[in-house]
């Protein structure tokens, strides 16, 4: 094959691997504008008591965003007098761990140890691209909004069969249909009642012998967040569990590799080729 035949099919090879490749991954120059905040999803942002666990709470935050996301961030506070925030406890940085259309989910563990049965303040601030941010957790006068207090409660929460081992579990399904199992061990005299939300939509347990179960159809595939709390006979919730569920998640990581790939042999090709016909 002559130089110049080798040469018209590595052009060919790298341009036609550039059209597939950008199908997927790469874009032309595009001027985009964002007048929209984003918006935090409130209901599905983690507030409230929360399962002792280690001391140590991770926490999720929800919220909507039509174009990209700067930062996203949650600070605790000790809570001062008149209800005003006190002193820093700990800032943490969220990060992305999943996305569906325009709804994000950010999640972060903080370091320090709190103290059980103590409230807290929290505050999430999240911050898109364009510089616009929405806040929860406070006011106008700098008064917390938003409490969060780790209480000591025993109980066993498994969706499908699995059982949720930690707030940071990531739950892997193949069905759209989710079964809610809730055993508690420790203070189930004191419960009136069990619910869940996926994402924002609220899920109602019913008491079967001394379990609580419920069933719930997701809409699709997708990622999903769960919380699932529990409401005792004085009106007071505790989470129980906060998880996320992934249905029909693809993975497209050795597209990406076979993509790159078959370009660098494309360019390399050519290189070789170039420097032949230059002796």
């Given at each position: ?29 595009t ?8 918006s ?16 140590s709470?991770?926490?999720i935050?929800?919220?909507?965003e ?18 005003l ?6 800032k ?15 999640d ?18 999240v ?9 929860y ?11 969060i207090k ?11 069969g ?12 193949d069905?759209?249909?989710?079964f ?11 419960i009136?009642k069990i ?13 079967s ?13 997708g990622s999903?967040?769960?919380?699932v709390k529990m ?9 129980l ?5 992934e ?10 590799i076979?993509t ?9 090709w ?10």
């Amino acid at each position: 094959m002559s130089t110049q035949n080798k040469t018209i099919i590595a052009w060919t090879f790298i341009i036609a691997v550039i059209i597939v490749g950008g199908s997927y991954y790469w874009g032309g120059s595009t001027i985009i504008a964002d007048s929209s905040p984003p918006s935090i999803i409130e209901a599905a942002t983690t507030s409230g008591d929360l399962v002792y666990g280690s001391g140590s709470p991770k926490v999720i935050l929800l919220f909507t965003e039509n174009v990209g996301v700067q930062s996203a961030s949650a600070e605790l506070y000790n809570v001062g007098t008149l209800g005003l925030l006190g002193s820093l406890v700990e800032k943490l940085t969220l990060t992305q761990t999943a996305k569906t259309g325009t709804q994000y989910q950010y999640d972060g563990r903080f370091t320090k140890i709190l103290e059980a049965n103590r409230e807290y303040y929290i505050v999430y601030k999240v911050t898109d691209t364009a510089g616009h941010s929405d806040t929860y957790g406070k006011d106008t006068l700098g008064r917390g909004t938003v409490k969060i207090k780790l209480v000591q409660v025993e109980a066993k929460v498994s969706v499908n069969g699995i059982e949720v081992k930690s707030t940071s579990d990531k739950i892997y399904v193949d069905t759209l249909t989710l079964f809610f199992e809730v055993e508690v061990t420790t203070g189930a005299q004191n419960i009136d009642k069990i619910y869940a939300t996926v994402n924002t939509v609220r899920v109602d347990f019913t008491k079967s012998g001394t379990k609580w179960v419920a069933t719930y159809q997701l809409p699709g595939d997708g990622s999903y967040t769960l919380f699932v709390k529990m409401v005792d006979t004085g009106g007071s919730q505790t989470m129980l569990a906060s998880f996320s569920i992934e249905l029909g998640i693809e993975n497209r990581t050795p597209l990406i590799i076979g993509t790159l790939g078959a370009l660098l042999i494309g360019i390399i090709w050519f290189s070789v080729d170039q420097k032949k016909g230059i002796r």
